[in-house]
């Protein structure tokens, strides 16, 4: 579908962050579903993320298969956005 190769998704999953804003502050879901990774696993995120032989798609389509739901359905744009520090993230 054309919607969603032309940034549609994008723009709602933006939106989507922007409702989970809150207190204290606002993560992005790249943060979020963190929190539902093991220790192993987010070493092994860390190190892909850090790798740019892995891209942002192929991290999101990962993180779907491993967490499921808990991976708020996240895609390749906000693996890259929370990767080169343009995501809600406070920093
Ligand atoms: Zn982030």
Known sequence: M???????????EEFLDERESGKPYQRCSMSRLRDHLSEADRQDLDAALADDRFTGAAIAR???????????????????RHRNGVCSCPR
């Open 2 to 12: 054309i919607l969603v190769e032309t940034g549609f998704m994008s723009l709602l």
């Open 62 to 80: 990962r993180l779907n298969k491993v967490l499921g739901d808990n991976a708020y359905g996240i895609k390749g744009n906000t693996v890259q």
